[in-house]
């Protein structure tokens, strides 16, 4: 069959083990107990995160009532970099420790916009956020909407996307082009801009390389001082935090559970497939974000996820989905509900398809704010 690298693609395919090496599903492991420190620190060891800090000492910049939300829009620094702004929504009114959310904005093209993706703060958004909302996400901001299920949801701009992202000013001229800065929230310089951010990804991939380090490496630690930050507000409940999102969001979600214990509940949408999917059918719809060296020979992508058994963990899926093959997402399926029937936590693992494209509907909103009330809402 033609794959994306011609005739390597068998020789290629056969360099990864499967069962990988250190897949739960070889059974050489008594229990998921014995497994899953080796296969959280083998993954945490090919992350090869840089020094993020401890916990971010947050500011609060503007403080609102909206929608029935009791909204904080935050910002904190990181040890490198522009400082990360984010936004933290809860019920008016609400009292005592609640469940609580990390909401993981998606990449979709636009590195421009962060946090603003999937939370709303105002009658009046940015008109291309309300368009992105009415193409990915039913023309909703879910992180609101769960917020008024009576949870802490905290959405923060990832690495290189909104207050995190590139700027232009600071490249030399060699890589900036003739891209420029005049009226930033304009839409004809978002879209320059976004098109620019696209092809820099490979420079900003290579670059972290040389540092010793990996894109995922990065943004996996600053998800986890977001993390750290949303575990110690006072209002949340920390035995009780999950993650949820869409695609870059999604993938994150797949990143952030395997790498941190305090995930209890997992919400993975339009993110999953195989590597065997990435490397010979689909590596060029997606960005450098996804890759991690060496691992696949040690664990197939979706056991990351499966790393945090017994946990639960939600992954939801479109048949039409341009970025991934449906053969694929089934195999993953397949992997995970193997991972968790070994683990004897089968009521813990559900996936689901729906027809269309790649998105996060109101539909599979419900069936995710409803899984994630099942297991983050019990005291």
């Given amino acids: 069959m033609q794959n994306m690298i011609g005739a390597y693609g068998e020789w290629a395919a056969g360099l990864a083990p499967d069962p990988p090496r250190l897949s739960f599903r070889l059974g050489t492991s008594k229990s998921a107990d014995e497994w899953r420190p080796r296969a959280r620190q083998r993954f945490r060891e090919a992350l090869m995160q840089p020094n993020s800090g401890g916990t971010p000492a947050a500011t609060v910049q503007h403080h609102l009532e909206f929608d029935g939300l009791s909204i904080e829009h935050l910002q904190w620094q990181l040890p490198y970099g522009p400082p990360t702004e984010a936004l933290l929504l809860k019920p008016l009114g609400a009292s005592g420790k609640l469940p609580a959310v990390l909401g993981l904005h998606d990449h979709g093209g636009n590195k421009y916009f962060g946090y603003r993706k999937i939370t709303r703060m105002s009658k009046d958004p940015h008109p291309m956020m309300i368009r992105h909302r009415e193409e990915y996400y039913g023309g909703t901001a879910w992180a609101n909407d769960l917020a008024r299920r009576g949870y802490v949801v905290l959405v923060h701009d990832a690495f290189a996307f909104g207050s995190r992202r590139v700027r232009v000013g600071d490249l030399p001229a060699a890589i900036r082009g003739d891209l420029v800065e005049r009226d930033p929230e304009s839409e004809d310089e978002i879209r320059k801009y976004n098109a620019f951010a696209g092809s820099h990804e490979n420079i900003m991939s290579k670059s972290l390389f040389s540092a010793g380090t990996t894109w995922p490496g990065v943004f996996t630690g600053e998800d986890q001082r977001a993390l750290d930050y949303l575990c110690a507000r006072p209002e949340v409940d920390p035995a009780r935090v999950g993650c949820c999102g869409l695609s870059g969001g999604g993938l994150r979600t797949v990143f952030l559970t395997g790498v941190d214990e305090r ?64 053969p694929e997402m089934e195999r993953a399926d397949r992997i995970l509900t193997d991972v968790y029937r070994r683990a004897g936590a089968s009521e813990k693992y559900r996936a689901k398809f729906y027809p269309g494209p790649h998105k996060f509907d109101r539909e599979m909103q419900s069936d995710a704010f409803q899984w994630m009330d099942r297991w983050l809402k019990k005291s």
């Fill in 263 to 326: 995930i209890k509940c997992s919400c993975c949408v339009g993110m999953m497939t195989t590597w065997r999917d990435y490397l010979l059918n689909k590596c060029h719809n997606h960005t450098w974000m996804v890759y991690v060296p060496g691992l696949p020979r040690d664990l197939d992508y979706p056991e990351i996820l499966g790393i945090n058994v017994p946990n639960a963990a939600m992954v939801l899926n479109n048949h039409e989905d341009q970025l991934f093959t449906v």
